[in-house]
């Protein structure tokens, strides 16, 4: 049986086809060549160790220790296109001998590795002591050092 499809139609289904075709491809080439979301965090400025911790979207959160003079990235791999789940980042900002977990925004950058070096430098953040905290608390900044 012949059933005849409007022109109409027929072009609409034929840039549908075509739009899924290259935006398939599009995920595909930019998940192949950055397959992670990441950020990098740096300790070069606190003294002794610092605490944080981190999870994606409903995950459970994994505890970090950062000497100083470390890095440590935090990734999340691509599964089919380039995106993962909300970042969530508390640091211990308290250094005396209490805890406080402290809340930060964390967005992060694709990334072909998950070493710091992959890391875009969007997505590279360092910790420093609060201004006129006598080195007694602790947030992180933008940039790697």
């Not at 059933?3 to 072009?11: E, K, L, M, Q």
């Not at 075709?21 to 300790?43: D, I, R």
């Not at 992060?108 to 590279?124: F, N, Y």
Request: aromatic share 8%; proline share 4%.
């Amino acid at each position: 049986m012949n059933r005849r499809i409007p022109v109409g139609r027929t072009a609409l289904l034929s840039l549908l086809g075509l739009c899924a075709v290259a935006l398939s491809g599009e995920a595909s080439a930019q998940s192949t060549s950055k397959p992670y979301g990441c950020a990098c965090l740096h300790n070069s400025k606190v003294d002794g160790k610092i605490n944080y911790r981190y999870k994606w979207g409903n995950k459970d959160w994994k505890v970090v220790s950062l000497n100083k003079g470390k890095s440590e990235t935090m990734c999340w791999a691509y599964k089919d296109a380039p995106k993962s789940p909300e970042l969530q980042f508390q640091l211990d900002s308290d250094m005396s001998s209490g805890t406080n977990w402290e809340t930060f925004s964390v967005p992060r950058g694709q990334s072909s590795d998950v070493k710091c070096s992959s890391v875009p430098d969007m997505a590279h953040y360092h910790v420093g002591y609060v201004k006129d905290s006598n080195k007694k608390k602790i947030m992180i900044y933008n940039g790697k050092s």
